[in-house]
């Protein structure tokens, strides 16, 4: 029964299964919140995550023994350059799923972005996309940023889409459309103390083995011939493995979503008042420029790796407080 023990991981195995690779350095968002107001509003922005700060704050929560007192929090700081409006897609739904019904995309993308994507914009291709929006269940923009608006030195753009909800499917599709060509900034879809969720890639660590990977627990010195090995995979009849036994394999890149991740600062380094920047830039991102946020607490990823915002979709509150910011900490 001892050997049996060993096995079992002081974290929860089914958790997170399978621990495999992302894909993409790109995360994806594939649940959105519906908004109950009758305006149209684009969910999603993003930013490139830069360093840590400490935020000094008064603490704003009720009921907990801290309230009203000064509060020293992580923060984590993101450049958030303005995304481009480049289309509108339009999506049905049957028994089958989702499928897209139309994208049409605005006249004057730039160069570096165009070539990234075909767009094949037919003649009267807006005027047809609102006459199909009778069958049409949700709408979407599709949003692109380039990581050279943040400073880095990558030029093929992020091409994402971001949901849209408030209204109903003329409203939306009204919105996207005036929207069209346009950037839009982090301010005109989130605002200063409103939680997010944040979507990322985290930072791969390789191929660990289990202890490390899983956190079992070693096995007692001289028992085994190996110390750093599960104490047993199974039984010897049925002669097979289950998917909940930890194996040694991936260990990081993995896709996360964080939940509710309040954003406690909001503004642009033009601002004279905001000093953002320690001395030489963050160690391996440099100097913050343009608009940027500050979230409570730590984000999935590592430096300069692209990092996804979306509204809320848990624990909305019926308003929205804005912190109040003694010190920020750099």
Not at 39 to 67: T, Y
Request: glycine share 10%.
């Amino acid at each position: 029964m001892g050997a049996r023990k060993n096995h079992q991981p002081r974290r929860g195995s089914l958790a997170y299964s399978p621990r495999i690779r992302a894909k993409s350095m790109e995360a994806r968002i594939r649940a959105w919140p519906k908004l109950d107001s009758e305006e149209p509003k684009i969910l999603a922005h993003c930013g490139f995550k830069a360093g840590c700060v400490q935020i000094v704050s008064i603490d704003d929560r009720d009921k907990v023994p801290n309230a009203g007192k000064q509060l020293v929090s992580l923060g984590t700081v993101l450049v958030t350059p303005p995304v481009l409006v480049l289309g509108v897609r339009g999506y049905s739904k049957d028994h089958d799923g989702m499928h897209a019904e139309f994208d049409v995309y605005a006249d004057d993308i730039p160069k570096y972005i165009s070539k990234e994507i075909t767009v094949k914009n037919k003649e009267g291709a807006l005027d047809n996309a609102e006459k199909s929006l009778r069958k049409i269940k949700e709408i979407f923009a599709i949003v692109a940023v380039s990581p050279r608006a943040a400073g880095l030195e990558q030029k093929k753009p992020y091409i994402f889409e971001a949901s849209v909800s408030g209204g109903d499917i003329q409203k939306q599709f009204a919105h996207v459309k005036e929207l069209l060509g346009k950037e839009i900034k982090i301010d005109q879809i989130f605002e200063t103390g409103a939680s997010v969720d944040v979507a990322a890639i985290t930072k791969g660590k390789g191929w660990q083995g289990v202890i490390q990977r899983w956190g079992v627990k070693k096995k007692q010195h001289k028992s085994r011939k190996t110390v750093r090995e599960v104490g047993s995979l199974g039984p010897i009849s049925p002669q097979s493995v289950m998917y909940t036994v930890p194996r040694a394999g991936q260990m990081g890149f993995h896709q996360r979503i964080e939940y509710d991740k309040r954003i406690m600062i909001m503004g642009n380094t033009d601002d004279e008042k905001i000093k953002i920047n320690p001395d030489g830039g963050y160690k391996h991102f440099g100097l913050v420029k343009g608009d940027f946020i500050i979230l409570k607490g730590s984000v999935p990823g590592t430096y300069r790796r692209l990092i996804k915002l979306r509204s809320q979709i848990r624990n909305v509150p019926a308003k929205v407080n804005k912190p109040n910011i003694l010190e920020v900490v750099i």
